[in-house]
């Protein structure tokens, strides 16, 4: 049998790669998180949710997919926003400043934000429905009075390493599941740090929430895609369906 005209053009396109499905033929495979993954569970804490001195929108809803997927890693690193008081990233730190300006310190620009996180303060703790009994190390970040941190590997200078890929690298690690607050800033820093660092680094979208200045979300995507950094939903991971 001979095709017909109009199927030998649809035959055409199929060979041309023009025709696309319209649906994926499945779906990609699950992740199975390994030995060699790390979670890394940014900034979950008090100052970042309803009622804390910085709060992101929806910041609380990551908590149950956190809790969720936490089984499935060996792996979980923890970090912890830590600032002084009269930290330098605070706009009360700065006379004539409010929150969500800019400065420039001796590193470069810093956004500046309302007083948070301050070192053993009720803000500063970890939201106490986190349940990450397995969690292995927690790290702060953000103490030292003159030098921000959004990422977990290294502060604002872009000099200070706080030890998390040493550790990381020391203990067999090689991918990181990067969850937390906020995706914009400590979330997608910390994805980026991993990937100059040499890690291969996974966002866990459904497991963040932004903070969102001035399109800095969007940018923050871009970004993180660029380096390739790869985003994906908790329901990606095997066996952590809600
Ligand atoms: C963060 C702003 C200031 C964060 C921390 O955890 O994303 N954002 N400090
Ligand atoms: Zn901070």
């Excluded at 908590?63 to 600032?83: E, K, L, M, Y």
């Excluded at 990067?178 to 914009?184: K, N, P």
């Excluded at 932004?210 to 940018?219: E, K, Q, R, V, Y």
Aim: charged share 20%.
């Amino acid at each position: 049998m001979t095709a017909s005209p109009a199927r030998r053009t649809l035959l055409r396109a199929a060979a041309a790669g023009l025709l696309v499905p319209a649906l994926p033929l499945r779906a990609a495979a699950p992740l199975r998180p390994g030995p060699r993954d790390a979670l890394i569970v940014v900034d979950v804490q008090n100052c970042f949710v309803d009622g804390g001195t910085l709060p992101v929108k929806g910041g609380a809803e990551v908590v149950p997919v956190i809790n969720r997927i936490a089984p499935a890693f060996a792996n979980i690193v923890v970090t912890q926003d830590w600032h002084t008081a009269g930290h330098a990233s605070f706009a009360s730190a700065h006379g004539g400043k409010k929150p969500f300006e800019t400065t420039t310190l001796r590193y470069g620009t810093q956004v500046l934000w309302p007083d948070h996180c301050v070192q053993g303060t009720e803000d500063a703790a970890l939201r106490g429905d986190l349940r990450l009994p397995t969690a292995q190390l927690i790290v702060r970040k953000g103490f030292h009075a003159d030098v921000d941190s959004y990422s977990a590997f290294e502060e604002a200078d872009r000099r200070t390493r706080t030890g998390l890929a040493g550790y990381l690298k020391e203990r067999g690690v090689t991918t990181v599941y990067v969850t937390g607050l906020a995706t914009d800033f400590c979330v997608a820093w910390t994805a980026l740090d991993a990937r100059r660092l040499g890690f291969a680094a996974f966002v866990v979208e459904d497991a963040t929430r932004a903070i969102d200045l001035d399109g800095s979300l969007a940018a923050a995507w871009k970004r993180m895609a660029a380096a390739g950094v790869k985003r994906i939903r908790s329901a990606d991971i095997a066996g952590t369906a809600s």
